[in-house]
């Protein structure tokens, strides 16, 4: 069984995750979606027990209604679990990872600076990417945001 | 105010006299830096919403100049996930030409490394050699693309740029001079001892830190870290070619420098392979105007290492959303990590050790002092050229390394 | 004076100390100005030097298009120089904004923030173009020199 198949195996058994959540596109990649609340109970089982022990890149998503994560996490072997969570735009808050990977705490700041996401437990320091000066509410990815705002400054 | 055990990192604008933001911001304790914080973001353009509001084939080029050190890396990686999602099938001798250039890159980029390297410790004879022997590889890659830098190489689906019988032998013989200086630089890094003390026990990182920070490519190689996207997640043509993935023990920046000279062998070894063996066959394959809804994450290894995309698309000419994790942005915890308990005068070299994608030409540094309570804000060149005196006056001096 | 005046053009002409300065470039344009520093292109035989310090500075290039972050720090540069200073933008970006124009975290070209005495347009700026850009400003200053001894 290729390794894709065996994690998603995996995965629906301890998770008992709905097929149209979890799907891979090609070898090595495997996309799943999972309720806010039990990211974390599947993050730190595919951390520890499935060797998920790199992550790649945190992406944020403006879904329309909802601001969406993606956690690219890799094995050393190659394989990518992309897992993606979904929180209301009007109070979209999520909590750090940085406790397991202190790589996450640009990715997270990008999301506090262009999505407005709210990070929790994410220490203080510099923003990033935006300027010091960069108007407060203002958040670039979201998709109504236009760049005619940006002279306004 | 201060403690004995911990200490306090300034965050955040420390001088409201200082109305720029600092790159660098460093708690000194004597001659050590007791901690580090950088500021990034001066570069940010808004490449991934620009992304999003002009149509795939613009964003090819838009996406190369992310950075123009690695411009094909950013270029590849991402026409590889929009290939992806569009279920297109590329001709191998587009990918081995994708391949060519890739490690060509990867070539004029630790040359260039070394040259900068060299200049931080005050080693300009260094930034003279390599950059003169870099012009080979710039040769090249005008030759074969059209210019030196941002080569426009990829279109989604192929490569636009084909290679000839004569210009094959003219990358072979490009190599062939090309590692004969490499060896030269090797045997330098080897036996000058200047070099060696320089740069040994400077940024030390290990092997277990370099794993929980992060760190990617040749910085945590380094450290013994053998992870390589080529060889873990290969992409382009690299499942057809046998190459070493380098890594070492030394944990510091010597171990980087020994790295990134291997590197180089090991790439004049692919790229003699890829010309061997180039399959014949046309360069691309039709791809869509509207790429159909999907998303795909691509992976490369990048010179400075693991560069990270992420593309949605929505059926429209137009990508939904592009994510672009550049290779520096992974290694900056691990940066920090190794400049804790350092002398200042080893800052410049360690932060050039990782390759950073940041220019640092002139990123203002600001110290804060716990002896004397004082804030000083100095230049970037300020610090290099205290740091190569700091050295000197301990013994380290490169005007006497000659040949 | 004017004897004076010219020995100080003349060694100002000869020898112009480059301070190079990164604006939100995307690094292609910074190595090739380097890049007319080594040996293959070596614009020392010009008199020319790159220097750290804006004070010690003749000649500003620039690269890239200003990004808000740096934007202060640009002009804090500028102000720095002591004159007869010259600004150089280096790059299609530092010309006009360049493949960046209209995102959001860009203000346009160089001269949108302090002027500009040479635009040297490329993607980027090959060493050949930059070296030429230069000579054709350090001409002018001779041109412009010689024409207000005459008037």
Same mark, same amino acid.
């Given at each position: 069984m290729p390794a894709e198949e065996n994690i998603i195996k995996q995965l629906k058994e301890k998770f008992s995750i709905a097929d149209d959540k979890i799907k891979t596109t090609r070898q090595r990649r495997i996309f799943l979606e999972v309720e806010a609340g039990d990211f974390r109970k599947v993050f730190d089982f595919a951390l520890k027990q499935l060797k998920f022990v790199k992550l790649c890149a945190i992406t944020g998503l403006d879904e329309n209604e909802k601001l969406a994560v993606l956690y690219h996490l890799a094995q050393d072997e190659g394989v990518i679990l992309n897992i993606k969570i979904s929180v209301p735009k009007e109070k979209p808050v999520i909590k750090t990872i940085t406790d397991k990977f202190s790589v996450a705490d640009a990715y997270e700041r990008e999301l506090v600076d262009l999505f407005g996401i709210d990070v929790e437990g994410l220490k203080p320091g510099f923003r990033y990417p935006l300027p010091d000066g960069w108007p407060a509410g203002q958040y670039p990815l979201r998709k109504d945001w236009k760049p005619e705002v940006k002279n306004g400054k | 105010m201060e403690n004995k055990d911990k200490f306090r990192i300034p965050i955040g604008p420390q001088h409201p006299a200082l109305k720029e933001p600092e790159g660098f911001s460093v708690a000194l304790k004597g001659e050590k830096i007791m901690g580090v914080d950088i500021r990034l973001g001066y570069n940010h353009r808004g490449i991934e919403k620009a992304c999003e509001e002009r149509p795939y084939i613009q964003d090819v080029y838009l996406i190369e100049r992310v950075c123009g050190i690695c411009s094909h890396s950013h270029s590849t990686c991402f026409v590889q996930a929009v290939e992806e999602i569009a279920g297109l099938q590329l001709p191998k001798r587009a990918s081995y030409i994708r391949t060519l250039i890739a490690e060509l890159e990867r070539v004029h980029s630790h040359l260039l490394w070394l040259g900068v390297a060299g200049h931080e410790i005050g080693f300009d004879t260094l930034l003279m050699y390599t950059w003169r022997d870099r012009e080979i590889v710039m040769d090249i890659l005008a030759m074969l693309t059209g210019n030196r830098v941002n080569y426009g190489v990829n279109v989604i689906g192929g490569v636009k740029r084909d290679i000839t019988p004569s210009q094959i032998q003219d990358v072979l013989k490009g190599m062939d001079l090309l590692e004969e200086r490499t060896k030269y630089y090797i045997d330098l890094a080897m036996r000058e001892e200047t070099i060696i003390k320089r740069l040994s026990g400077v940024g030390v990182l290990s092997h277990e830190e370099a794993l929980s920070l992060g760190a990617v490519g040749p910085t945590a190689r380094a450290s013994g870290v053998a992870r390589d996207t080529r060889r @873990? @997640?290969? /992409? =382009? =043509? /690299? =499942?057809e070619v046998s190459f070493n993935v380098i890594t070492d023990n030394h944990n510091d920046v010597y171990g980087r420098t020994v790295v990134r000279l291997k590197e180089l062998m090991e790439s004049y070894k692919i790229i003699r392979q890829l010309l061997k063996n180039i399959p014949d066959g046309p360069l691309s394959v039709k791809a869509p105007r509207n790429i159909p809804a999907g998303e795909a994450i691509s992976r490369y290894e990048a010179p400075r290492g693991e560069d990270v995309h992420y593309v949605k698309s929505n059926g429209t000419e137009m990508p939904e959303r592009v994510k672009v994790r550049a290779p520096t942005l992974a290694n900056v915890q691990a940066v920090k990590q190794m400049l804790k308990d350092r002398y200042l005068a080893d800052m410049p070299i360690v932060i050039a050790a990782i390759d950073p994608c940041f220019s640092c030409t002139d990123r203002m540094v600001t110290v804060q002092n716990f002896d004397t309570g004082n804030h000083e804000t100095i230049s970037w060149d300020t610090l290099r050229v205290y740091g190569i005196n700091w050295h000197k006056d301990r013994g380290v001096d490169f005007s006497n390394v000659t040949k | 004076m004017k004897a004076i005046k010219k020995i100080v053009t003349w060694a100002r002409i000869k020898s112009p100390w480059i301070l190079h300065f990164n604006t939100g470039a995307c690094n292609a344009c910074d190595i090739e100005i380097i890049a007319a520093l080594t040996p293959r292109y070596d614009i020392e035989r010009f008199g020319i030097q790159l220097k750290g310090a804006p004070r010690h500075a003749d000649v500003l290039m620039c690269s890239g298009p200003v990004t808000k972050q740096i934007e202060d720090r640009l002009v804090k540069i500028y102000e720095q120089m002591a004159q007869p200073k010259f600004v150089v933008a280096v790059g299609t970006c530092a010309c006009s904004g360049g493949i960046f124009t209209g995102c959001y975290n860009i203000k346009g070209g160089i001269d949108t923030t302090i002027p500009v005495s040479l635009y040297i347009p490329g993607c980027p700026a090959s060493p050949k173009a930059i070296i030429d850009g230069v000579v054709k400003l350090l001409q002018s200053l001779e041109e412009s020199e010689v024409s207000k001894d005459a008037s």
């Open positions: - | @873990d @997640d290969p /992409y =382009a =043509a /690299y =499942a | -």
